[in-house]
């Protein structure tokens, strides 16, 4: 039983892993109560599997419990359900991003989920950026939503800024004006708040058209007036009670360079240019699920058809800020190194944590458009990227705690395997006149230098001898590069901030590249952060 649990883990995500193989055994009462002595079992058994060949390990699940083989099928197979009217070739979603922030997983995996079901209908995917606040914007923030685009895989169809086309949203504001959809409110801010916290209608309601279109010039001429939605003020919906559709920013926006005076807010720009771009089909977290009644009525007013609205649970990660408004703090008091650190939930900081693209889109396909709100655990998030690492990270030796010795022994060139079972070709190590080992390793005195011969531990000396095949078979390093590790974790365990861990190593001496991936043998994967210094950011084991 316990050899078909960490065959399954392994055919599963690549490895089989200690902890995910214990839980399992033991999810079994019976089998709990023989904890003690079952233990080494499970150890001996993960160590052995994880031995062996990725087409070993498939001949034996098959041998011995071919129906947990059926179960990554049915995983792998895994559809999302189907959007409501939508016909193949007539989909056309968006992605709405506000250029005042880096994007974080959140986004990811809601991108992700509009880009799977423009695949799914062979449909069009827009990226429309959502700047009509130009106290937030920052023309930085444009160059990173693109990028992050680019590193996530998704690749939309049309780019759409919102700023570049505050005309048309204009001329789709006087008409509401015309139709007697909207009026100019002069009232304060703190009136108009409160009226609508009461659920009373504001007394500015009454203007005539005409007032309503001389109001609406007065605003472009710096006058501090609101255009509002005419929607009921004492609807159970407080959004519905007449929302503000344009505010008076008197500031220069950072993307057309123009100071445009009046600025419409969310509401008004996200219907109204969904409207314009003809998008069937919204995607988005349900925070958003009160606003859809009002922007299906906005849609509408202006002539256009209004989309079909989907809300699934927003994403958030255990222990990792996603919202700008607190990490933005983090990096401004320097608690967090920028926000690619890589205890963030930003796509940068996940990115240079070492989680893959892929990774994001396989979580999103899980996920699906499903309500309630989802808290990522590292753990899950990290097993599901260790199942796509482990075929692409080539193997190298890294040591933590390295003792020297001097070698009493052959000097020569050691050819070895960059992974045990994929094709990633080999490296050369030489063996010199010294080595270095892991200081645990030396307890055993006798042990086999992987890919060379056996040695014996003679004060500060490593001596060949002769006989067979001696275990522990070991990593060794003779030509060597000096690195620094670093592990993280989530940023905070109970409001306290988890610092990252830093420790000195003797990596094998390589032509390292910035942004590989490797699997450091012995402690874990791994992503080459930067060479100069050579510095590597550990993923997971």
């Keep these: 039983m316990i050899l078909k649990y960490a065959l399954a883990n392994a055919y599963q995500y690549g490895k089989a892993d200690f902890k995910s193989v214990t839980s399992k055994v033991f999810s079994d009462p019976e089998l709990r109560k023989k904890a003690k002595e079952l233990i080494p079992e499970i150890k001996k058994a993960v160590e052995t599997v994880n031995k062996m060949k990725k087409s070993e390990i498939e001949a034996k699940l098959k041998e011995i419990a071919p129906e947990l083989m059926e179960k990554k099928k049915k995983d792998e197979t895994k559809e999302l359900p189907p959007l409501e009217g939508a016909k193949k070739g007539q989909v056309r979603l968006r992605l709405p991003p506000e250029p005042n922030g880096y994007l974080h997983i959140g986004h990811g995996l809601s991108f992700w989920l509009n880009n799977l079901y423009k695949e799914m209908y062979e449909g069009e995917l827009v990226l429309k950026l959502e700047d009509t606040n130009p106290i937030g914007e920052k023309n930085e923030y444009y160059d990173a939503i693109i990028d992050d685009l680019k590193w996530l895989g998704i690749k939309p169809d049309k780019t759409f800024v919102i700023s570049e086309n505050l005309q048309k949203i204009e001329k789709g504001a006087e008409i509401l004006i015309d139709t007697k959809k909207a009026y100019v409110c002069k009232c304060s801010s703190e009136a108009v708040k409160e009226a609508r916290m009461k659920g009373e209608a504001d007394p500015c309601r009454k203007h005539t058209k005409s007032e309503n279109k001389e109001l609406w010039r007065d605003m472009f001429a710096k006058k501090p007036y609101t255009l509002r939605w005419i929607g009921n003020p004492s609807d159970q919906n407080t959004v519905l009670r007449d929302p503000i559709l344009y505010r008076v920013v008197d500031m220069v926006h950072p993307h057309t360079k ?48 209004a989309p079909r609205y989907v809300h699934f649970g927003r994403f958030a990660m255990d222990g990792s800020p996603t919202s700008k408004r607190k990490v933005k703090p983090l990096v401004e008091d320097k608690l967090v190194d920028g926000w690619d650190d890589p205890r963030l939930a930003t796509i940068r900081g996940i990115r240079r944590r070492g989680i893959l693209a892929k990774t994001i889109k396989d979580l999103a396909m899980a996920s699906g458009p499903y309500r309630g709100k989802r808290i990522i655990d590292w753990k899950l998030l990290l097993g599901l990227n260790r199942k796509n690492l482990d075929p692409i990270a080539k193997r190298v030796f890294v040591i933590e705690e390295p003792k020297k010795f001097s070698l009493d022994g052959k000097e020569m060139k050691v050819k070895l395997k960059n992974h045990p079972s994929e094709d990633l070709g080999e490296r050369t190590l030489e063996l010199k006149s010294f080595i270095y080992l892991e200081k645990k390793d030396v307890e055993a005195r006798k042990m086999r230098l992987k890919g060379a011969y056996n ?5 500060d000396t490593a001596k060949e001898i002769e006989g067979g095949l001696i275990r522990p078979i070991v ?6 590069d000096e690195c620094e590790i670093w592990r993280s974790q989530k940023l905070f365990t109970n409001n306290t901030v988890n610092k990252i861990r830093k420790t000195k190593a003797v990596c094998e001496k390589r032509d390292w590249k910035a942004g590989e991936f490797v699997q450091m043998e012995r402690i874990g994967f791994a992503r080459v952060d930067s060479t100069k210094p050579l510095r590597l950011i550990y993923v997971s084991d």
């Excluded at 919204?282 to 002539?303: K, W």
């Excluded at 040695?455 to 004060?459: L, S, V």
């Design 258 to 305: 123009v100071n445009h005076v009046c600025y419409p807010t969310y509401d008004l720009a996200s219907a109204a240019t969904d409207g314009m771009l003809e998008i069937t089909h919204v995607l988005r977290s349900e925070e958003f699920l009160m606003r859809a009644p009002l922007h299906s009525a906005i849609i509408e007013a202006l002539g256009m058809k």
């Design 455 to 459: 040695i014996e531990i003679k004060k």
């Design 475 to 480: 990593q060794w390093i003779s030509s060597h």
